[in-house]
């Protein structure tokens, strides 16, 4: 075995075609399926270019024939051999080289491959953690090769994209001091700073602020960012991050830039042409209007508020609520009057499960309106409402009685539901919307004081500042997110420049001033020593390409993912150390619920 012999590669496998007929090539690869038909072999070749058909046949060369003879799955060969067209009638239309083989005259293998746990062929149904135990044999697949090919040139565009707009790339540490962005940090021990720790970037914020101050205009990076969150929903630990930082701009200009770039990272990378401008709604009419700060606007079906209605209804759960101080809203869902009532049960418990007290339903029929509640309203009342609604014969309309945020919150995840079972979601659709005026602080219950709804170097609006002391709810912030399809796939906002405003808003929060010069006294100093006004965002970058090419989950879209529990199944990382190192480190581990823990904590004691 050597590495190739004399042989030189010329080709790639994907790139023979017709026009080649009769060029000698050579090619190297892996075998991506094998074929024995008596005196011919047939070895479909694979690199990353794409698989072409080699033949190995007495005909063409007896050594090479029965050099090819031991070759098995996934070994890696070089090749050597006339392109030819195919025979009239075995062509593949299925294989963008299927008009043409490759009739070979040397073989060299270059290494061979013990039977794998799965092969490439068949990875698309085999269990995911073993294909992420053996992650390399499953990005041999052609079809993760192009979604990495696709994450480079995206990264390429928006580099070139950033730089023409007189940005500068820069690298910020990740052994630092903690970023608040609401998950826990990764902590890293210092040998040398005995006790102390270092804690991994959850954001570059703070730096990417300094760096403002630090007179650098216009920033970005493409940042590893890591959070110790419980991983419930489609998230990894560390992920990476488009992170862009201006000084001297308002909202709007940083909305506008990354607006253009993004038209041009999907004309570029897909061929995709967006419109422009994105549309922009603020917090409050989200939420009113689609029950969410994360509208998905493929389709329509708004909430629409009937509390004036309700409230003077002949039906008492409408008119208790509207009385109690909460609202009556609905939807309308086109074509779903034929629901049955196995199907509506079904939507009223979600409703309950999700926190509603009922789900109120009215199937618009031919024949009349088909619903429980029917009854209870008089007839001219019940037309006006159904009319109110803009409800027409075959609809289905909904409606929950309770307090806003909750009749909101249910409403705007059975609007999800039902355009699913209504088929209502064009999934080739790219629907951007920019959330605005987002509110600037919430109050935790648990804590019992008020937190940072984005985070808090966050600026509050000019006309809300006089709240701030008296109704510290009620400030909005100069903070948006921009949510595509229903995902929020980015959010910055203008920064506190300003001492003292940083200040006050480290107190609303209840950060301690002594404790807020401890953790961010870096910071304060620096908002007196020049800060210019500055903002600027950041995009999940896993998360943009993920739904860029329609894949189920971002692990598709990193190469090396974790598990929903952290962990990384082919390296086994995190993994107990030796009980030096943590010696060296001055660690010494409690007893913990896992094997593992406990494990190296043995190790340490003995
Ligand atoms: N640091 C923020 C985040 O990671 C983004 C920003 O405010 O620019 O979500």
């Not at 989200?286 to 493929?298: F, H, I, Q, S, W």
């Not at 003077?312 to 009385?323: G, I, Q, T």
């Not at 049960?345 to 309950?352: G, I, P, R």
Request: charged share 25%.
């Amino acid at each position: 075995m050597g590495n190739g012999g004399c042989l030189k590669r010329t080709h790639g496998c994907g790139e023979l075609s017709l026009s080649l007929v009769g060029l000698e090539v050579v090619l190297m690869g892996w075998v991506h399926k094998r074929r024995d038909h008596g005196g011919v072999i047939f070895v479909d070749l694979r690199d990353r270019t794409g698989i072409v058909q080699v033949v190995f046949s007495p005909d063409i060369d007896e050594v090479a024939f029965v050099r090819a003879e031991p070759v098995r799955a996934e070994y890696v060969l070089a090749i050597k051999g006339v392109v030819r067209k195919r025979p009239e009638g075995t062509e593949n239309p299925n294989m963008a080289t299927g008009e043409i083989e490759v009739a070979a005259r040397e073989i060299v293998i270059l290494n061979v491959a013990r039977a794998l746990p799965f092969y490439p062929t068949e990875a698309a149904n085999v269990d995911e953690a073993l294909r992420l135990r053996y992650r390399y044999i499953d990005l041999r697949r052609p079809a993760s090769w192009r979604v990495f090919a696709l994450r480079h040139q995206a990264a390429l565009v928006i580099r070139k994209f950033l730089t023409a707009h007189d940005f500068l790339e820069v690298e910020t540490p990740l052994l630092t001091r903690s970023t608040p962005e609401g998950a826990r940090d990764y902590l890293v021990p210092s040998r040398v700073n005995p006790g102390s720790f270092y804690a991994l970037p959850q954001s570059p914020q703070l730096f990417k602020q300094l760096l403002m101050i630090a007179g650098f205009e216009r920033y970005f990076q493409f940042a590893r960012c890591f959070r110790d969150e419980d991983l419930r929903a489609d998230r990894q630990p560390e992920f990476t991050q488009l992170d862009i930082e201006m000084s001297f701009v308002e909202e709007r200009d940083i909305r506008n830039l990354t607006e253009e770039m993004l038209v041009t990272l999907f004309r570029e990378v897909l061929g995709v042409e967006l419109n422009r401008p994105f549309p922009c709604l603020t917090y409050a009419e989200a939420r009113e209007r689609y029950g969410t700060d994360k509208p998905d606007l493929r389709f329509n079906m708004e909430l629409v508020d009937v509390s004036s209605l309700a409230g003077k209804s002949s039906c008492r759960v409408f008119a208790d609520a509207v009385e109690r101080g909460g609202v009556v809203k609905g939807i309308r869902a086109p074509g779903a009057g034929s629901f049955s009532r196995k199907m509506l049960d079904e939507l009223s418990k979600l409703a309950v499960s999700w926190g509603a007290r009922g789900l109120a339903w009215f199937a618009l029929e031919e024949s009349g309106v088909r619903s429980p509640l029917a009854k209870l309203f008089r007839p001219p009342e019940l037309e006006t409402l159904i009319g109110r609604m803009g409800g027409r014969t075959g609809d289905l309309l909904l409606f929950i009685a309770d307090r806003q945020e909750v009749a909101e919150e249910v409403l705007g995840r059975l609007r999800l539901q039902l355009a699913d079972r209504l088929g209502l979601v064009d999934n080739k659709q790219f629907s951007f919307v920019w959330i605005t005026e987002f509110p600037l602080l919430e109050y935790n219950e648990d804590e019992k004081r008020y937190e940072a709804v984005h985070h808090p170097f966050t600026s509050p609006r000019d006309e809300d500042l006089h709240l701030m002391e008296s109704h510290p709810e009620r400030v909005r912030a100069k903070a948006y997110d921009l949510v595509l399809n229903g995902t929020e796939i980015g959010g910055g906002s203008i920064r506190n420049h300003r001492r003292d405003l940083q200040e006050q808003l480290f107190q609303v929060i209840g950060l301690p001033k002594e404790e807020a010069e401890e953790k961010f006294g870096f910071l304060l100093d620096a908002l007196d020593y020049g800060a210019p006004p500055h903002g600027g965002i950041a995009f999940g970058f896993d998360r943009l390409l993920m739904l860029m090419l329609h894949l189920e989950t971002i692990r598709d879209v990193i190469a090396f993912p974790k598990t929903q529990s952290a962990t990384c199944l082919m390296t086994e990382a995190p993994a107990p150390v030796a009980p030096k190192q943590l010696q060296e480190l001055h660690i010494k581990c409690l007893p913990a619920l896992t094997d593992q823990g406990v494990k190296s904590c043995r190790q340490l004691d003995s």
